[in-house]
């Protein structure tokens, strides 16, 4: 009883939004290329919704069996498979870290030159080279080259500190600054307190 009212229930919604859209397209609306307006969709849309009839043996939508499986010819050998490309075979396939470990240190007993320790990688004059313009690159940092550099930089004489002033001393930490400001606040406040109250 209660789907039987249910069904009039849509139908009757139904109806009263299609008539009222069936009285407002008689205002002209585009139709997008589809030769009907949005109206005509809504309602084709609606009732293809609420539309209780089975799907027409003749539908849109052509389902077909399956076709079965292509077997090889009888006695004919079948290819081998391909080789994957990510396994350790493959010549680019990463080192793990114990394998690179395993292989510098075979590397390293296997030497025949001690006095290159510049790595596996780098030359000794190569490793010095690099140094040098590490060296480079920290003075530069500091701003410890000899003249002006850049235009930003102040004039030499600027930079000379005075014979009284405390040069490359970097003073007190933050932390130790805080750790002192909180035990100043908290001898202000009568020390610790366990409970709150």
Not at 26 to 33: A, E, K, L
Not at 38 to 60: R, Y
Not at 103 to 123: F, H, K, V, W, Y
Request: glycine residues 8%; neutral net charge.
């Amino acid at each position: 009883m209660n789907r039987v009212a249910s069904i009039r229930t849509v139908c009757a919604l139904v109806g009263g939004v299609s008539m009222t859209l069936v009285l407002g397209g008689c205002v002209s609306s585009p139709t997008y290329g589809t030769h009907k307006t949005a109206n005509q969709h809504l309602i084709d849309g609606l009732t293809s919704m609420v539309s209780i009839a089975p799907p027409k043996k003749d539908s849109e939508v052509a389902y077909k069996p399956r076709t079965g499986l292509v077997d090889p010819p009888e006695g004919a050998p079948l290819p081998p498979p391909q080789t994957s490309l990510a396994s350790k075979e493959n010549p680019q396939w990463p080192e793990s870290p114990e394998e690179t470990r395993a292989r510098l240190i075979s590397e390293a007993d296997n030497d025949t030159n001690p006095t290159d320790r510049g790595g596996p990688l780098t030359t000794a004059a190569e490793s010095s080279e690099q140094f040098q313009k590490f060296r480079e690159a920290r003075a530069n940092q500091k701003a410890a080259y000899e003249g002006r550099r850049y235009l930003s930089d102040p004039p030499v004489e600027y930079r000379v500190p005075a014979d009284t002033a405390p040069a490359d001393e970097l003073g007190e930490t933050e932390f130790k600054k805080e750790q002192r400001r909180k035990a100043a606040a908290r001898k202000e406040k009568g020390g610790f307190k366990i409970w709150p109250f």
